[in-house]
Nanobody
Framework: VQLQASGGGLVQAGGSLRLSCAAS????????VGWFRQAPGKEREFVAA????????DYGDSVKGRFTISRDNAKNTVDLQMASLKPEDTAVYYC????????????????WGQGTLVTVSS
């Protein structure tokens, strides 16, 4: 499956942004999807994940209550709605897919998108 992340940009602190992960190729509805981010000089960090059905979700502690992950299997997309953004949310955001389950660790994911840059100004 091929993944394309989009929606990044520059936003002021306190603002909102919506990222989208579009998939093509195999049956996307059978894949769990995770969002990760990586800031300069830092390790890749788990942000959020969603099961193939859209039911179970999981969030990293730093974004819980501010970010919402959702999916539309008819459109082959997984979105990440980000609110109350902080400068520390600045990073390149990646989406990843796996046919088995979602994980907080990045290593198990089978497919990755190219990343989209989110910059939050103070």
């Amino acid at each position: 499956v091929q993944l394309q992340a989009s929606g990044g940009g520059l936003v002021q602190a306190g603002g909102s942004l919506r990222l989208s992960c579009a998939a093509s190729g195999r049956t996307f509805s059978r894949y769990a999807v995770g969002w990760f981010r990586q800031a300069p000089g830092k390790e890749r960090e788990f942000v959020a994940a969603i099961s193939w059905s859209g039911g179970p979700t999981d969030y990293g502690d730093s974004v819980k209550g501010r970010f919402t992950i959702s999916r539309d299997n008819a459109k082959n997309t997984v979105d990440l709605q980000m609110a109350s953004l902080k400068p520390e949310d600045t990073a390149v955001y990646y989406c990843a897919a796996d046919s088995r389950a979602y994980y907080r660790g990045s290593l198990p994911y089978e497919f990755w998108g190219q990343g989209t840059l989110v910059t939050v100004s103070s």
